[in-house]
Every structure is written in structure tokens, then in C-alpha cells.
């Protein structure tokens, strides 16, 4: 069993809608939750940034954690064009020296014009 | 202020050739990181740097990859010698000794193997 488990897509959905991305995960040492979005060859760029359980809201965007099931969303409202891209959840422990982060494989969104 | 700076962009190699990519992070980022993403995957951690020292190389394919970081500033990843599965976009990144833990990736480097 990986780590981390995301649905790869890919999800297509007309401009406008609202845009659900989830991953769970089985490590509870996990403290540190995070979504990036990289754009077809470029590398991953940080979206939204979540510490522990709770909710975080940034413009259109919300981060969702809830650690008592291992599950993390990302909801995207009125979706943009601009949106298509790939989303990666991430995330890691408490340990500041080991920051680095595990990665989801990764969901594929278009959203269509 | 400047990104991550990775070369070269691309590259297309024999098996059994070797090849190296070239990391400069941001001014000040004392965390350097590489990770290894295959088409389609996410992307996987292969080794993390501390300054010049190494933190986490667990998932390092020892036997035929090499990294340094040399002053604790830019950082060097070899494959010698390459594989067919080698193919896939090597990331670097970088990040502050403390805080959030946030990555900053550079473009990457996309590795063929022929």
C-alpha cells in the first residue's frame, strides 16, 4: 500500500463548476498538508498549505484535512481554464529535519471552455 | 528573487552512458532536495541535503546514482551508468532550514534513455 493514495483522473469539467480532488493517506505521523499544481512541464508550484485538521480558504480555493480519516481535499470553485493542470497532494512530518514531502501520484483536471 | 535554476532541461541518452544535473537553489535555502518523477507519478524523493550534508538518501539507487553538494550551495545529481527506467523529469528543490517546510521546485530536467 503507497503512502499516500490519490485518484490520477483524469477529470474533465465545464468552466465554472466546482472541482473535488482528494487523497488519503496511512501514515499518521503526517502533520504538514499541502496541495501543489504543476502545469505540463514545469515543475510543481505550491497551492494551499494546511497544519493538522481544519479548513483554509484562499480565493476560490479550499484545503480540507481531516486526520481522524486520513483524508485530505482540495475544492476548487468556478474552475477556470486556467485550473487545468495537474493537482499533487503532499505532505510530511513533524521533524523539521526531514521536511521533505510525499507525494500523491497526482489528478489530471481540464476544465473545458 | 530568483527560482530554482536547474540544468540542462533536457537530455537524451543511451543505457549505460552516463550522465549529471546541475542545481543552483534560492539564495538562502539551506534544504536542497532532489526528486525523481516519472511520467504519470508523482514525484519521489531521492535524496535531501542539510547545508552540504546528507539527510535522507533511503531511496537513492546507490549503485548507480551519486549526488553532492559541494559549500552547501549547488548540488550535482549523476546516473552512471543510465537505465531504460531512469527515464523521467528530475526535480530539484529547495526550502528554509525551519518553517513551514514549503518546496520550491525548479522546471526540471527530463531525462530520455534510449
Known amino acids: 500500500q503507497k503512502e499516500v493514495e490519490q485518484d490520477p483522473g483524469p477529470l474533465s469539467v465545464p468552466e465554472g463548476a466546482i472541482v473535488s480532488l482528494n487523497c488519503t493517506y496511512s501514515?499518521?505521523?503526517?502533520?504538514?498538508f499541502m496541495w501543489y499544481r504543476q502545469y505540463s512541464r514545469k515543475g510543481p508550484e505550491l497551492l494551499m498549505y494546511t497544519y493538522s485538521s481544519g479548513n483554509k480558504e484562499d480565493g476560490r480555493f479550499t484545503a480540507q484535512v481531516d486526520k481522524s480519516s486520513k483524508y485530505i481535499s482540495l475544492f476548487i470553485r468556478d474552475s477556470q481554464p486556467s485550473d487545468s493542470a495537474t493537482y499533487l497532494c503532499?505532505?510530511?512530518?513533524?521533524?523539521?529535519?526531514?521536511?521533505?514531502?510525499?507525494f500523491g501520484s497526482g489528478t489530471r483536471l481540464q476544465v473545458q471552455p | 528573487e530568483a527560482g530554482v535554476a536547474q540544468s540542462p532541461r533536457y537530455k537524451i541518452i543511451e543505457k549505460r552512458q552516463s550522465v549529471a544535473f546541475w542545481c543552483n537553489p534560492i539564495?538562502?535555502?539551506?534544504?536542497l532536495y532532489w526528486y525523481q518523477q516519472i511520467l504519470g507519478q508523482g514525484p519521489k524523493l531521492l535524496i535531501q541535503f542539510q547545508n552540504n550534508g546528507v539527510v535522507d538518501d533511503s531511496q537513492l539507487p546507490k549503485d548507480r546514482f551519486s549526488a553532492e553538494r559541494l559549500k552547501g550551495v549547488d548540488s550535482t545529481l549523476k546516473i552512471q551508468p543510465a537505465k531504460l527506467e531512469d527515464s523521467a523529469v528530475y526535480l530539484c528543490a529547495s526550502s528554509l532550514a525551519s518553517g513551514t517546510g514549503e518546496l520550491f521546485f525548479g522546471e526540471g530536467s527530463r531525462l530520455t534513455v534510449l
Open positions: 501514515n499518521s505521523a503526517f502533520q504538514y
Open positions: 503532499a505532505m510530511s512530518g513533524k521533524d523539521t529535519g526531514r521536511r521533505a514531502l510525499t
Open positions: 539564495s538562502g535555502h539551506a534544504t
